[in-house]
């Protein structure tokens, strides 16, 4: 189930050049987001992945540079009051941000950038870039939502507890958003955002 809604394209912004394109991908903790963005990067490596910032410690298998760059606080918050973050947002505890630089000099390469970021921050990416396409990821329903965090066996309950609030706030926002994709099968939400990009 895709709901397509106006995409604003009339406005434009110094920093990003008409040639590429940003395109911003969000949705709760547990939806699917990272694991709908690898199957994109793997068919499509003509994509740039702007790979965050964060404060929270690697998971199992995560390797810095790649799925994130792992840092301190006191460092991130050095980076923010140097202006390196295109956007950035505190979540679950952690910082999260987006490198500014990396990103804007793809954009301006002509390529189609693509940010997998929380809320807060996609509402930054889209005061600061009014052409950004922006894509929110919904789950089937909230139940299965729980489920597939619980299901990850990574953190602990008060985290999920947080993770859990936070998401039915995220979800009420989703129709900020100029797509909503329910990622109910993997594959049918997948081709939904290749249309989108590459229709």
Not at 52 to 63: A, D, H, L, N, W
Not at 137 to 163: T, V
Not at 172 to 182: G, H, K, R, S
Request: aromatic share 8%.
């Amino acid at each position: 189930m895709m709901q397509v809604l106006p995409i604003q394209t009339s406005a434009t912004t110094k920093e990003c050049s008409p040639t590429g394109k940003l395109i911003v991908l969000t949705g709760p903790s547990g939806v699917g987001k990272g694991t709908l963005m690898r199957s994109l990067l793997q068919r499509h490596p003509q994509l740039y992945y702007s790979v965050s910032v964060t404060t929270r410690s690697p998971r199992p298998g995560e390797i810095n540079g790649k799925n994130y760059y792992f840092i301190n606080r006191s460092k991130f918050e050095q980076l923010v009051a140097q202006g390196e973050f295109l956007e950035w947002a505190e979540f679950a505890g952690n910082y999260y941000g987006t490198p500014r630089e990396a990103v804007l000099n793809q954009i301006q390469s002509g390529k189609l950038v693509v940010l997998e970021i929380e809320l807060e921050g996609a509402r930054q990416i889209r005061a600061s870039f009014p052409n950004a396409l922006s894509i929110f990821i919904l789950p089937p329903s909230f139940d299965e939502l729980e489920k597939r965090i619980r299901g990850r066996g990574q953190d602990a309950e008060e985290a999920i507890a947080r993770r859990l609030c936070r998401a039915k706030a995220e979800i009420e926002a989703a129709d900020e958003f100029d797509l909503q994709i329910v990622n109910d099968d993997f594959e049918t939400a997948v081709e939904a955002i290749e249309a989108v990009l590459f229709g």
